[in-house]
């Protein structure tokens, strides 16, 4: 059993911030080791397919970046917590989406298809 729960989505006006947060427990995690995975924040939008923001390696602490998210996003961890975050800033309408934080074990790349696991999303808004 795993589970993957976001919170902190919102309305905000464009130019605001945002900061999201996932909280991984379940016995999956537990029996594979927290720090033996990879973690990922993806994001769907109406109409259009499920895209890559960024991941980041539990064991290394190393992250990666969409280019549109580079300089405006952050993904941080707190192992202690099983929690990861998205801090976001200088958001754009086109941001508008459903956020998801998804695990995989070992190393991954930014393809959602790697990543078996998948949290319910939070809905993220930014007006004009």
């Known amino acids: 059993q795993g589970q993957l729960v976001e919170s902190g989505g919102g309305l905000v006006q464009a130019g605001g911030s945002l900061k999201l947060s996932c909280t991984a427990s379940?016995?999956?995690?537990?029996?594979?080791?927290?720090?033996?995975?990879?973690m990922g924040w993806f994001r769907q939008a109406p109409g259009k397919a499920r895209e890559f923001v960024a991941t980041?390696?539990?064991?290394?602490?190393?992250?990666n970046y969409a280019d549109s998210m580079k300089g405006r996003f952050t993904i941080s961890r707190d192992n202690e917590k099983n929690t990861v975050y998205l801090e976001m800033s200088s958001l754009k309408p086109e941001d508008t989406a459903v956020y998801y934080c998804?695990?995989?074990?070992?190393?991954?790349?930014?393809?959602?298809?790697?990543?078996?696991?998948w949290g319910q999303g939070t809905q993220v808004t930014v007006s004009s």
């Open positions: 998804a695990a995989a074990k070992g190393f991954r790349g930014t393809s959602p298809v790697e990543y078996p696991y």
């Open positions: 379940g016995r999956t995690f537990i029996t594979y080791g927290i720090n033996t995975w990879a």
């Open positions: 980041i390696n539990w064991s290394g602490g190393s992250a």
